[in-house]
């Protein structure tokens, strides 16, 4: 006997009510694709399927207009019926510009549905986070939501179960009827009046504002990005002053002039590249403020004394080229991140930068004018990342305090709550893990930085490239936590031995070392290595190196090593070369290489696969002009020759204008273990066994005056007993004095 069963189907807009009451199955109504929606659209304007030739154009633009929502269909298909091109072609303009009140009447209804933190959650969203840009990622996008005290953990969950938002691969959705609805709330109390708006999204909005300059006190949040080569006429930005209640305040490329007289106290987020002014008016009390991100600035001083910035995490003034001076901090004591690269005029920074307990990342590169005492930096045990590539006058200069200037010693300490000590006894504090009072070298200096950095337990990143050292003292192996070192651009002959015992370092790189001769041998990873990390060695352009043998044998040692301790996802190396190992038994002399995986997937002994390319630098008489002080080179990826998308990352190389007067062949190498290459190829097909062939690909973007070709590719398809010991002559053919040519010059 057979049991009657039947099916309830409960409609909603909110999948959360569904779970509450126990839905077994959930199905959320997908938008019509392509062809359902041009069916639709067809049997509501034309009342069939055929479309008039000229029709066809515009219904691919009503089509991505209203993109696959049916009730946006049927709407607009019941008002085009019989209609004229012409009126077509109108009703499309109309209606970009002010969409359909019979749409946005049924829309609203889940809008006003929202508590109201959930529907500032979504008007945010509808004007400023909805393209697939920087600040529509998930994370970027709850961040500022979170600094206007929206509480989006909870409420963007709200709008993704009622179907006002999706999320997929990290980034923020909506559609575009929708973005449409939230601008028109937005407008709706004052549409010719973008002042009294919430929100501008704009730019000829924002033009408007600021050419009427009256007050805008409804205004929170501003955030508009031109691109460089949609420069518009500049506007001034004197109406800012009269923005008391501005949150948010994101100018990306837009040419502004004028001066402040104030800003608003309420900022919490501020990012505006090539901000105008010298510095910020002494009203501004930026106890609010969490983000300070002023690129390219014009900015020659903050402010005045000491501010209150208990909320301050991020400032940003990297490439300000008028910059002096970093006021007082000590009232900032959550600060973790200071970029001042590229100010090339700051000459000092307060030494209550000292005192920051949280401070995790300092990047002073390049600011080649600072002189600023490191022991400063000592007692900042937080720090995981030191930047300070280009400093030589910082680098090689005394670097210790005179008894003079201990009266800002005395202050920090006080304010670490060290110890207690009169100026005197301070000085002797500090001083006692160097052990002397006036260096004698910079070198020696240096020494006593490296061993006294290593009370920075958490130091990863420490950059001092291009400093013109002559030595790289032996207490870099103080440095346990380093996961990268960049020493490029210096003058010393060799490295310490001591540099084995960096067992966490993953990325290192040497190029321009142009004095450099012999390279010690380098440390193996620790097997408990953070997983996902991949390992880089760079040694580009070091014309006095000698016993390449040696190199070779060392680099692909320190490979192999890492390889058998820890198979890293991907391995980058760059070393001189001027032909392709023989042990990369598969070669093409092309920019691309076609590798097929079927003899390998299935062998149980199979890690991965190793890649080579040899690619030369020289001249270029036909382009010459500026040559580029930094560059990606070379990019390279790996894709399915079926068509999957072609996966990129780049290499960086410096090229500098003394290299167009040599040619410089170097190898570029790239290790993918099986399970790197297979997550990187798997995303766009099930499995690998679906793959028919992967093509792996260079590409070279080469500034003026240089050209960068890529000559051969190879490659290997590496297993288990390939991570014995190796030697050079596995990997080179031809005699002895081959392997020890100079690899400056090409063949």
Same mark, same amino acid.
């Given at each position: 006997?057979?049991?009657?069963?039947?099916?309830?189907?409960?409609?909603?807009?909110?999948?959360?009510?569904?779970?509450?009451?126990?839905?077994?199955?959930?199905?959320?109504?997908?938008?019509?694709?392509?062809?359902?929606?041009?069916?639709?659209?067809?049997?509501?304007?034309?009342?069939?399927?055929?479309?008039?030739?000229?029709?066809?154009?515009?219904?691919?633009?009503?089509?991505?207009?209203?993109?696959?929502?049916?009730?946006?269909?049927?709407?607009?298909?019941?008002?085009?019926?019989?209609?004229?091109?012409?009126?077509?072609?109108?009703?499309?303009?109309?209606?970009?510009?002010?969409?359909?009140?019979?749409?946005?009447?049924?829309?609203?209804?889940?809008?006003?549905?929202?508590?109201?933190?959930?529907?500032?959650?979504?008007?945010?969203?509808?004007?400023?986070?909805?393209?697939?840009?920087?600040?529509?990622?998930?994370?970027?996008?709850?961040?500022?939501?979170?600094?206007?005290?929206?509480?989006?953990?909870?409420?963007?969950?709200?709008?993704?179960?009622?179907?006002?938002?999706?999320?997929?691969?990290?980034?923020?959705?909506?559609?575009?009827?929708?973005?449409?609805?939230?601008?028109?709330?937005?407008?709706?109390?004052?549409?010719?009046?973008?002042?009294?708006?919430?929100?501008?999204?704009?730019?000829?909005?924002?033009?408007?504002?600021?050419?009427?300059?009256?007050?805008?006190?409804?205004?929170?949040?501003?955030?508009?990005?031109?691109?460089?080569?949609?420069?518009?006429?500049?506007?001034?930005?004197?109406?800012?002053?009269?923005?008391?209640?501005?949150?948010?305040?994101?100018?990306?490329?837009?040419?502004?002039?004028?001066?402040?007289?104030?800003?608003?106290?309420?900022?919490? *987020?501020?990012?505006?590249?090539?901000?105008?002014?010298?510095?910020?008016?002494?009203?501004? #009390?930026?106890?609010?403020?969490?983000?300070?991100?002023?690129? #390219?600035?014009?900015?020659?001083?903050?402010?005045?004394?000491?501010?209150?910035?208990?909320?301050?995490?991020?400032?940003?003034?990297?490439?300000?080229?008028?910059?002096?001076?970093?006021?007082?901090?000590?009232?900032?004591?959550?600060?973790?991140?200071?970029?001042?690269?590229?100010?090339?005029?700051?000459?000092?920074?307060?030494?209550?930068?000292?005192?920051?307990?949280?401070?995790?990342?300092?990047?002073?590169?390049?600011?080649?004018?600072?002189?600023?005492?490191?022991?400063?930096?000592?007692?900042?045990?937080?720090?995981?990342?030191?930047?300070?590539?280009?400093?030589?006058?910082?680098?090689?200069?005394?670097?210790?305090?005179?008894?003079?200037?201990?009266?800002?010693?005395?202050?920090?300490?006080?304010?670490?709550?060290?110890?207690?000590?009169?100026?005197?006894?301070?000085?002797?504090?500090?001083?006692?893990?160097?052990?002397?009072?006036?260096?004698?070298?910079?070198?020696?200096?240096?020494?006593?930085?490296?061993?006294?950095?290593?009370?920075?337990?958490?130091?990863? *990143?420490?950059?001092?490239?291009?400093?013109?050292?002559?030595?790289?003292?032996?207490?870099?192996?103080?440095?346990?936590?380093?996961?990268?070192?960049?020493?490029?651009?210096?003058?010393?002959?060799?490295?310490?031995?001591?540099?084995?015992?960096?067992?966490?370092?993953?990325?290192?790189?040497?190029?321009?070392?142009?004095?450099?001769?012999?390279?010690?041998?380098?440390?193996?990873?620790?097997?408990?290595?953070?997983?996902?990390?991949?390992?880089?060695?760079?040694?580009?352009?070091?014309?006095?190196?000698?016993?390449?043998?040696?190199?070779?044998?060392?680099?692909?040692?320190?490979?192999?090593?890492?390889?058998?301790?820890?198979?890293?996802?991907?391995?980058?190396?760059?070393?001189?070369?001027?032909?392709?190992?023989?042990?990369?038994?598969?070669?093409?002399?092309?920019?691309?290489?076609?590798?097929?995986?079927?003899?390998?997937?299935?062998?149980?002994?199979?890690?991965?696969?190793?890649?080579?390319?040899?690619?030369?630098?020289?001249?270029?008489?036909?382009?010459?002009?500026?040559?580029?002080?930094?560059?990606?080179?070379?990019?390279?990826?790996?894709?399915?020759?079926?068509?999957?998308?072609?996966?990129?990352?780049?290499?960086?190389?410096?090229?500098?204008?003394?290299?167009?007067?040599?040619?410089?062949?170097?190898?570029?190498?790239?290790?993918?273990?099986?399970?790197?290459?297979?997550?990187?190829?798997?995303?766009?097909?099930?499995?690998?066994?679906?793959?028919?062939?992967?093509?792996?690909?260079?590409?070279?973007?080469?500034?003026?005056?240089?050209?960068?070709?890529?000559?051969?590719?190879?490659?290997?398809?590496?297993?288990?007993?390939?991570?014995?010991?190796?030697?050079?002559?596995?990997?080179?053919?031809?005699?002895?004095?081959?392997?020890?040519?100079?690899?400056?010059?090409?063949?």
């Amino acid at each position: 006997m057979c049991k009657i069963r039947s099916r309830i189907i409960i409609i909603s807009r909110n999948c959360h009510i569904l779970q509450n009451y126990g839905v077994n199955e959930v199905y959320k109504v997908q938008v019509l694709d392509d062809t359902q929606s041009l069916q639709l659209l067809c049997k509501k304007a034309f009342k069939s399927n055929d479309i008039g030739e000229e029709y066809k154009e515009l219904t691919l633009d009503i089509l991505k207009y209203v993109n696959g929502l049916p009730l946006a269909l049927e709407v607009l298909g019941s008002f085009l019926l019989d209609r004229d091109v012409c009126e077509w072609r109108y009703a499309l303009t109309r209606m970009e510009e002010n969409p359909s009140k019979d749409i946005m009447d049924v829309l609203r209804i889940s809008f006003d549905g929202l508590e109201n933190l959930e529907k500032e959650i979504f008007l945010d969203i509808a004007c400023f986070f909805s393209n697939k840009t920087h600040h529509s990622s998930q994370q970027t996008m709850k961040k500022l939501l979170h600094y206007r005290q929206f509480y989006p953990d909870i409420g963007m969950k709200v709008l993704i179960e009622k179907s006002l938002i999706s999320c997929q691969d990290g980034y923020i959705g909506m559609h575009d009827l929708l973005k449409e609805l939230g601008k028109s709330i937005v407008r709706e109390k004052a549409p010719k009046e973008p002042r009294k708006w919430s929100r501008l999204w704009n730019y000829k909005d924002l033009q408007k504002v600021m050419k009427i300059n009256k007050e805008a006190k409804n205004v929170e949040a501003i955030i508009i990005k031109q691109y460089p080569k949609e420069f518009l006429k500049a506007i001034r930005v004197d109406a800012l002053s009269k923005m008391n209640q501005l949150e948010l305040l994101i100018l990306k490329n837009v040419q502004c002039f004028g001066t402040l007289d104030c800003i608003s106290n309420e900022l919490r *987020y501020l990012k505006w590249n090539h901000f105008p002014c010298m510095s910020f008016p002494s009203t501004f #009390h930026p106890d609010q403020l969490v983000e300070l991100i002023l690129r #390219h600035s014009n900015i020659k001083q903050l402010w005045e004394g000491k501010k209150c910035l208990p909320n301050l995490r991020n400032m940003d003034l990297s490439h300000s080229k008028n910059l002096i001076e970093v006021p007082d901090l000590s009232e900032a004591p959550r600060l973790k991140n200071i970029n001042l690269g590229g100010c090339i005029q700051l000459v000092q920074i307060h030494p209550s930068i000292g005192i920051l307990r949280e401070l995790q990342h300092l990047y002073l590169n390049n600011c080649k004018n600072l002189v600023l005492n490191l022991i400063i930096l000592f007692g900042i045990s937080s720090l995981k990342t030191l930047d300070l590539s280009g400093c030589s006058k910082l680098l090689n200069s005394k670097m210790l305090m005179e008894p003079r200037d201990t009266k800002h010693l005395e202050e920090v300490v006080k304010n670490r709550n060290i110890i207690q000590l009169p100026t005197s006894s301070v000085y002797e504090f500090l001083m006692l893990p160097f052990k002397f009072f006036y260096p004698p070298k910079a070198e020696a200096s240096l020494g006593l930085v490296f061993s006294s950095l290593s009370s920075v337990p958490c130091l990863e *990143y420490l950059d001092i490239s291009f400093g013109n050292l002559l030595q790289i003292p032996d207490g870099i192996g103080n440095l346990r936590s380093l996961r990268g070192l960049n020493l490029g651009g210096n003058k010393f002959v060799t490295l310490p031995s001591t540099i084995k015992k960096l067992s966490n370092l993953q990325h290192l790189n040497l190029e321009h070392c142009k004095e450099m001769k012999y390279l010690p041998e380098l440390p193996t990873m620790k097997e408990e290595t953070i997983d996902g990390y991949y390992g880089q060695l760079l040694i580009f352009y070091c014309p006095k190196f000698r016993d390449m043998e040696h190199c070779y044998s060392t680099v692909f040692s320190w490979m192999t090593q890492n390889l058998q301790v820890y198979l890293q996802p991907r391995m980058e190396i760059v070393i001189p070369g001027s032909e392709i190992p023989k042990w990369f038994n598969k070669q093409n002399a092309s920019t691309s290489i076609i590798m097929d995986p079927y003899d390998v997937i299935d062998d149980p002994n199979w890690i991965g696969v190793a890649i080579c390319a040899l690619f030369v630098t020289h001249q270029d008489p036909m382009n010459l002009g500026e040559i580029y002080d930094f560059l990606n080179t070379i990019a390279y990826g790996v894709n399915n020759i079926n068509g999957c998308g072609k996966y990129y990352q780049s290499i960086p190389i410096h090229l500098t204008t003394d290299l167009v007067t040599v040619e410089l062949n170097h190898l570029f190498i790239v290790f993918y273990s099986q399970q790197g290459l297979t997550s990187l190829l798997s995303s766009r097909s099930n499995t690998m066994h679906d793959l028919h062939g992967i093509e792996f690909g260079t590409w070279i973007r080469s500034p003026k005056g240089l050209r960068v070709v890529v000559k051969n590719c190879g490659y290997r398809w590496v297993f288990k007993k390939d991570l014995q010991p190796l030697n050079s002559t596995m990997f080179f053919s031809g005699n002895s004095s081959s392997r020890k040519r100079k690899f400056l010059t090409s063949d």
